[in-house]
């Protein structure tokens, strides 16, 4: 992220560092304003008292390159307030993520699997660089003793991806809202609670030797957070209509519209992920699917 400052000079009286509608840009036209003061008649241990304001403020705005990890675009209202010592800071307010917003996060190492069926027809080998190379663990970024709660309203136009490869033909594309609550405690502790419901979207999805399939997103599918920043529930559906000729017993075929469809539950650090197949406009078929177990249903 790049910040800019406007070339103003800041006063100091009487011992504060005053700021009258001081104003931060990022990528886009509109700035965040700070007004306040930053109290420094004790060296030791500075005071502020900080009213931050932003509307439609363009967080980010990054293209894709090849080690990006987010980029697209980030729209939002900010009204919150940083108040006293800099040793330990608390921070309230909100934020509105608006219209406009349309982000994507590349998945470097994809949570989602399933069973291979197809081990005994094909085998699939890399021949990448197989030799181990350890990396540095890089610290945690820690924000001193700052207490922060922020609410965080999502708009329903907002757009939230991910990319789960590299080339991004298999990615999820999200439409929804909702509210959460993050918290972040002087002993640097982190909690994120709410629910992100969906509205729409898609999910394309390739398994091997299987085409890429495209698949539209049941609405009412969530991620919700109970705490955990890194592992929310997710209870997600997406469906994909095919129309396939089914034989009759008298020697004929049928078409039949079938719903194929993936589903994902459970936690993002213990994900489960179903195909399920069913035939709500043919009775017979249906029944014939209802008498399956999951398995074979998947199969």
Known sequence: FDFHFVSRPLQIQKSRLTFDRFVIYATGCNPVTVDGYVDVANLSSPRTNLALQANNYQVLDAKRKGDSMLYGKVLLDLNSTIKGPVSSLVMRGNINLLNGTDVTYVMVDSPLSVQDRLADLVEFTSFADTLLVETEEQPQLALGGMDIIMNIH?????????????????????????????????????????????????VKYALPVIPLKEFAVNNGSYVEWGGDVMDPNINFKAVERMRVAVPNEGGGTRIVNFDVSIEVKNKLNNLELMFNLEAPDDGEVQGQLAAMDDAERSK
């Open 154 to 202: 999502m708009d329903q136009t907002a757009k939230v991806n991910v990319d789960l490869s590299p080339d991004r033909s298999s990615r999820i594309a999200l439409q929804g809202g909702g509210d959460l609550a993050f918290q972040y405690t002087p002993q640097g502790e982190m909690s994120l609670s709410g629910r992100y419901t969906l509205f729409g979207g898609t």
